[in-house]
């Protein structure tokens, strides 16, 4: 998929549905920067930025980082030559409507030109979180039954992340149910929202999202009437 100017997709989906990994294929595939919030925040807070120390903070209280460090971070990212170039993949951000808000004041005057909800059910969405192991290094996940206990990316050690317990599973089902449900429902009445079936085979669902961001960018290429 070639693109005539920058393409700018967001990928969102109830924890577990696999957005990482859709984000990371979809940004390889439209030649783009692969853009994560939770990873840009990591690097703030490992080069010990004014961002980073006070996102360090949150972190070491267990508490969320609030949406002004987020997205202070994030449109730094986003006034990088790379990404004026070419756009982005936004990995599952945003989750909220405030933060969807700001998001298009940061974008102003061009929005997303797609947003791809992956749709997996909870049950399911649980058994992949509990069958997860993530790299603490990278941050790249992958299924425990992959044969190799080290990250093929930079060979760290594979673990299994505190966020993967029954409980706090549970606990950000609830929270996606309370934030990001409003806010998909509320692109869905914009007509910002492509729903794609994500209860498939990884390159299943990475063939579904290319479709259905290709079809976007398609229909809102033509030419007016």
Request: hydrophobic share 40%; net charge negative.
């Amino acid at each position: 998929m070639v693109a005539n100017r920058p393409v700018r997709v967001a990928v969102l989906g109830r924890p577990g549905s696999g957005k990482g990994t859709q984000s990371g294929r979809l940004a390889r595939v439209l030649g783009v920067p692969h853009v994560s919030t939770g990873e840009l925040l990591r690097a703030e807070i490992e080069r010990g930025s004014p961002v980073g120390r006070r996102a360090q903070e949150y972190v070491e209280a267990g508490q969320l980082v609030p949406d002004e460090m987020v997205l202070e971070s994030l449109a730094e990212r986003l006034d990088d030559a790379d990404i004026e170039r070419d756009g982005f993949v936004l990995d599952g951000f945003p989750r909220t409507i405030d933060q969807a808000v700001a998001l298009d004041a940061l974008l102003a005057p061009a929005l997303l030109d797609a947003v791809v909800e992956l749709m997996v059910p909870e049950r399911e969405a649980a058994e992949r979180l509990g069958a997860r192991l993530v790299c603490p290094e990278c941050g790249r996940s992958v299924s425990r039954d992959q044969r190799s206990a080290l990250c093929d990316h930079c060979g760290t050690v594979l673990a299994r992340r505190a966020d993967d317990d029954a409980d706090v599973i549970r606990s950000r089902f609830d929270v996606f149910e309370n934030e990001t449900r409003p806010l998909l429902e509320w692109l869905d009445q914009h007509g910002r929202l492509v729903a794609v079936d994500g209860d498939r085979t990884v390159s299943e669902v990475t063939r579904r999202v290319i479709a259905a961001v290709q079809t976007v960018l398609e229909r809102d290429r033509k030419p007016a009437s």
